[in-house]
């Protein structure tokens, strides 16, 4: 009946649960308090990362409406890896923070595959048919 499977759809709305509650976890604190030395582009990546935490608690009731935000989350740690955490840590250039960085975006790039429905993802978003541009 169902295109993606009850099991997947559980193991989706476990990975929009990590998501929600570890930025809740390690961002709203800041959000809702900021210290006074909080650097501009600091303030900027902790609002977006509150809003992934927000859109990601409509992805525990809506799992495929949110795929996008999987999408997102996915390709963000995955151009870090690659651009940022793997030279450093190739370079022997990683501190505490960034290692920790490193791990978080690597379990992200490894999780977020495992769990995504590919067959719905790549008839949904790949081979369906666009949204017209102009007027019927």
Not at 13 to 20: E, P, S
Not at 39 to 50: D, E, P
Not at 59 to 77: A, D, N, V
């Amino acid at each position: 009946m169902s295109e993606v499977s009850t099991f997947r759809l559980y193991l989706l709305r476990a990975v929009y649960l990590v998501i929600a509650v570890g930025l809740g976890i390690s961002e709203w604190p800041v959000i809702v308090s900021p210290p006074q030395n909080l650097g501009h582009m600091s303030s900027v990546v902790r609002g977006v990362l509150g809003a992934v935490s927000l859109l990601a608690i409509l992805g525990i009731r809506y799992p495929l409406r949110m795929l996008p935000l999987l999408f997102f989350e996915f390709l963000w740690k995955f151009i870090w890896v690659l651009a940022f955490g793997l030279p450093l840590w190739s370079a022997q250039q990683l501190d505490p923070g960034t290692r920790e960085t490193l791990y978080a975006c690597l379990m992200g790039v490894v999780l977020v595959p495992l769990v995504m429905p590919w067959a719905y993802v790549f008839r949904h978003y790949l081979t369906a048919p666009g949204d017209r541009w102009g007027r019927q």
